[in-house]
């Protein structure tokens, strides 16, 4: 009785590990199709203000492990359009007290290996700098959205 019992144990335990191999399997295949299709880019700023909506900026200060000062600079995206969006770009401009830009950065903040923004939905964006100019203001940079895609 306690070999059939330890086969029966031994059995079940094999088919519930195959189960959710197949079901991540399946998970992670849809995921590879939707990164495949063909992504439609814009660059249009009129087109992107009415898609995206840009709000809740902050900036934070860190250190790092050698001790130089971070900028983290964060804000919330909103998709308003009708479909997905699967990658957004942002560009940040730091400018000195006279208001002319002394640095400037572009880094993507949605990638398409990352879930994509549905209609309505907000999503919250990091990003980090390191070594500003002196002559920065210490303000927010100027923030906008440069390139969307579908």
């Given at each position: 009785m306690g070999e059939r019992r330890s086969a029966i144990i031994i059995t079940a335990t094999i088919v519930v590990i195959?189960?959710?191999?197949?079901?991540?399997?399946?998970g992670y295949l849809g995921q590879d199709e939707a990164a495949s299709e063909p992504l439609t880019e814009i660059t249009d700023a009129a087109t992107i203000q009415n898609q995206v909506q840009l709000s809740h900026l902050g900036i934070a200060t860190s250190e790092n492990y050698a001790g130089q000062r971070i900028r983290v600079i964060s804000g919330y995206l909103k998709n308003t359009s009708d479909k997905p969006i699967r990658t957004v770009d942002v560009k940040m401009v730091f400018t000195d007290y006279d208001g002319?830009?002394?640095?400037?950065?572009?880094?993507?903040?949605?990638?398409?290996?990352?879930?994509?923004?549905a209609p309505g939905e907000e999503f919250r964006f990091e990003m980090r700098q390191e070594n500003l100019p002196r002559n920065w203001n210490y303000r927010l940079p100027i923030t906008e959205v440069v390139k969307i895609g579908f």
């Amino acid at each position: 009785m306690g070999e059939r019992r330890s086969a029966i144990i031994i059995t079940a335990t094999i088919v519930v590990i195959v189960g959710l191999a197949l079901i991540f399997g399946i998970g992670y295949l849809g995921q590879d199709e939707a990164a495949s299709e063909p992504l439609t880019e814009i660059t249009d700023a009129a087109t992107i203000q009415n898609q995206v909506q840009l709000s809740h900026l902050g900036i934070a200060t860190s250190e790092n492990y050698a001790g130089q000062r971070i900028r983290v600079i964060s804000g919330y995206l909103k998709n308003t359009s009708d479909k997905p969006i699967r990658t957004v770009d942002v560009k940040m401009v730091f400018t000195d007290y006279d208001g002319k830009p002394v640095h400037e950065y572009s880094d993507r903040v949605l990638r398409q290996t990352q879930r994509p923004l549905a209609p309505g939905e907000e999503f919250r964006f990091e990003m980090r700098q390191e070594n500003l100019p002196r002559n920065w203001n210490y303000r927010l940079p100027i923030t906008e959205v440069v390139k969307i895609g579908f």
